[in-house]
């Protein structure tokens, strides 16, 4: 049967899975509370001519010389992995059977820190990457669309798990928008493939 939204249009197929539950609820709180003490820095970012604060606190763990550039601009060097992560990192790649040399942390600290629509397709990652997202915190809206479609929400829960596909960076932009409403802290993090660095 072909699932239907509102006014009988097919509900859009979206290159993403979403495991609402894919850490326990106490699991989460213990990983949310580590992850606050992590190496957070809010990142100066270059466009249009102007060098603006990127709203939000980004922070990266990883292989060794796994450095991550994005917009051309932010340059991300990975710290080695605390125990933790390289935890989920694994058990994440029990799960969904790929594998990720790089995590990058988002911490939104209000409704007003944000991501705007991009894709992931830096070339440090290779083609068509895999990117596996746990939500931790607050919960946002995620925003996915064709690059040319019609956005689709996911309202990220705590200790869940966004897998976006191979393929997902080439056809699909998301954000995660501001809102004017009062939310907690979010923290983010999004397990990566690498091609370079040391193996
Ligand atoms: O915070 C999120 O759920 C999305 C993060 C994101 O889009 C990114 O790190 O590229």
């Not at 600290?109 to 083609?127: F, K, V, Y």
């Not at 960076?169 to 660095?197: A, C, D, E, M």
């Amino acid at each position: 049967m072909i699932q239907m939204s509102l006014f009988n249009e097919p509900a859009p197929v979206l290159p993403v899975t979403y495991y609402p539950e894919f850490l326990s609820q106490e699991e989460a709180g213990v990983l949310y509370q580590h992850c606050l003490k992590l190496q957070w820095q809010q990142n100066q970012i270059k466009m249009v001519g102007k060098t603006l604060l990127v709203p939000r606190l980004e922070c990266i763990y990883g292989d060794e010389g796994c450095e991550y550039l994005y917009s051309k601009s932010v340059l991300l060097k990975p710290l080695p992995w605390p125990e933790a992560l390289a935890q989920l990192r694994d058990r994440i790649t029990a799960v969904t059977g790929y594998s990720f040399r790089i995590v990058i942390g988002n911490q939104y600290r209000s409704g007003q820190d944000s991501i705007g629509w991009h894709a992931d397709n830096e070339s440090s990652m290779g083609l068509n990457p895999a990117i596996a997202s746990v939500s931790l915190g607050a919960e946002r809206k995620f925003q996915i669309k064709p690059i040319k479609g019609k956005p689709t929400d996911f309202w990220l829960e705590h200790g869940s798990l966004l897998l976006m596909h191979p393929g997902c960076q080439s056809t699909h932009l998301h954000q995660v928008p501001k809102t004017k409403k009062l939310v907690g802290t979010r923290i983010n993090l999004t397990f990566r493939p690498h091609v370079g660095g040391r193996r």
